[in-house]
């Protein structure tokens, strides 16, 4: 099984900072098969990358996804007030698929 | 519009059994893998079992395997988990999601149902 630890566990940050997240994975994951989602309270994950780097439907330009092989970064270029949630990345290349731990952005 | 809806969460003893259902609309239903995943109360995000659009094959995590199954019913848009042998580690909101086509990425997901597993 490919384990992702992501870093750090918690991001305190103020609105207009950029954040920067990070996900290590345990193997390199096929395809660059990896994802990132957004969670917050009372609410359904929503998916905003995969494939490392593609945004995905409705999602704003201020989120981007790099990396490939076992390092791979969220970056939010201007955090707005609603970006305050948990971020967990998660791969899908090789089954069983595993996500990560999360990272909690904070204000 | 895509809309999954999930139902048949509830209060299961340990050892019993339920059964989840998904609805599924807005798509293709036949051209999409789909999954559970899951998230235990203060946890993270857990993903459980998936099949492909087929019905064919189906993937488990080590924690469901042998006691969970997967399937769906691509003539009603229907996705399906049959939970046996139930325990207070499964207690969790169980999501049904969509794939996204080109992976087994995520790009919709219902709204939960809950999974309650105690005496």
């Known amino acids: 099984e490919i384990v992702l630890t992501q870093s750090p566990g918690t991001l305190s940050m103020s609105p207009g900072e950029r954040a920067t997240l990070s996900c290590r994975t345990s193997?390199?994951?096929?395809?660059?098969?990896l994802a990132w989602y957004q969670h917050k309270p009372n609410q359904p994950p929503r998916l905003l990358i995969y494939?490392?780097?593609k945004r995905a439907t409705g999602i704003p330009d201020r989120f981007s996804g790099s990396g490939s092989g076992t390092e791979f970064t969220l970056t939010i270029r201007r955090l707005e007030p609603e970006d305050f949630a948990v971020y967990y990345c998660?791969?899908?290349?090789?089954?069983?698929?595993?996500f990560g731990p999360g990272t909690k952005v904070e204000i | 519009e895509v809309q999954l809806l999930e139902s048949g969460g509830g209060l299961v003893q340990p050892g019993g059994s339920l059964r989840l259902s998904c609805e599924a609309s807005?798509?293709?239903?036949?051209?999409?893998?789909m999954t559970w995943v899951r998230q235990a109360p203060g946890k993270g995000l857990e993903w459980v079992s998936g099949?492909?659009?087929?019905?064919?094959?189906?993937y488990y995590a080590a924690s469901v395997k042998g006691r969970f199954t997967i399937s769906r019913d691509n003539s009603k848009n229907a996705l399906f988990l049959q939970m046996d042998s139930l325990r207070a580690e499964d207690t969790a909101i169980y999501y049904c999601?969509?794939?996204?086509?080109?992976?087994?990425?995520?790009?919709?997901w219902g709204q939960g149902t809950l999974v309650t597993v105690s005496s």
């Open positions: 999601t969509k794939t996204g086509g080109s992976g087994w990425h995520f790009d919709y």
């Open positions: 807005g798509f293709a239903f036949s051209n999409y893998g």
């Open positions: 099949i492909v659009g087929s019905g064919g094959k189906t």
């Open positions: 193997q390199s994951v096929s395809g660059n098969s």
């Open positions: 494939g490392a780097s």
């Open positions: 998660h791969q899908y290349g090789t089954s069983p698929f595993t």
